[in-house]
């Protein structure tokens, strides 16, 4: 029986040997509309495609590029702390990274993106929360705090209308950019000022030992919203962050992988435009709680899809991924037994 197995096994390596012998012959031009058209390759690009899209919807580097502006929208006011703490992210992706190349072939990886995506949706849910409970309980702004400083360097539209104002409503002051100067008293959640977001106000706060803010408020979830950022990478990085890439080195037939990874890679890079062109237009027009929670939603999005169209490619002959491809087989109950047969694992 084993003598039997070994025969088959070694017939299949002769036979896909030779079928890429062929292909790396084959001088026929390859015709984009001609991809789509054939029914397996046009799978495989749906899947290979759509998550190079999904890697960028889920926000991965809003937070790489923007994470000095997140930390300060979490209500830490020093630029050098934000840009100190916004390293721990690039750090965590680096090691998450690392962690990849270990589970990638033990857990397989649609089980390795499935774990990744549930973990990016709730970090992602605990940062929405967070920012809600920071813009909505931001502190109030003190006429008395206000008036302690020179009335030309009070925020105009305040005023004009000093009713009800918090640090949340005084940083998106309409008429001109306005900052925030936490409270003197001992504690940044007391009552500050409003005043005028220059260098010369920066420096008259900062004079008597007060904090000054111009992104985000002072909040005592800022810590929260760190937590929140670190267990995105550390849960996006050893999925999300690499998967994708691997299955579009895997899924397409031979003769049409580099055309086809070539779209899948301009999608990543077009997706990643859009996402990080438009990060900081929604934090300014919505709110950073409801941005989060948009990209909450669309990691829900990616994990329908990979549940659906993405096939599980581990230790698997091209042969064999494209004959699921061709039967489109999609199976929900991906976690097998241990023990079973890998080519049965998870498509």
Known sequence: MAEEEVTREMQELKESVEAEARERGSSEKVSLTALVKTPTVRRALVAGV??????????INTVMYY????????????NQTAL?????TSGLNALGSIVSIYFIDRTGRRKLLVISLVG?????????????QTTTHSPAVGSADTRHFDGSLTCPDYRTSSSGWDCTR????????CGFCASGAGSKLLPGACLLSNATVRDACHGEGRLWYTRGCPSRYGW????????????????????PWIVNSEIYPLRHRGVCGGVAATANWVSNLVVAQSFLTLTGAIGPAWTFLIFGCLSVAALAFVL???PETKGLPIEEVEKMLEKREVRLKFWAPRGRGSKNDGV
């Open 50 to 59: 759509g998550l190079q899209v999904f890697q960028q919807l889920v926000g």
């Open 67 to 78: 994470s000095p502006s997140i930390v300060q929208l979490a209500g830490f006011a020093s």
């Open 84 to 88: 100190a703490l916004s390293l721990v």
């Open 120 to 132: 990016v949706i709730a970090s992602l849910a605990l940062l929405s929360a967070v920012f809600h």
């Open 170 to 177: 005084c940083l998106k002051a309409s008429s001109t950019e």
């Open 224 to 243: 929260l919203a760190m937590v929140g950022l670190a267990l995105y990478i550390a849960f996006f990085s050893p999925g999300m962050g690499t998967v």
């Open 308 to 310: 659906v169209c993405v």
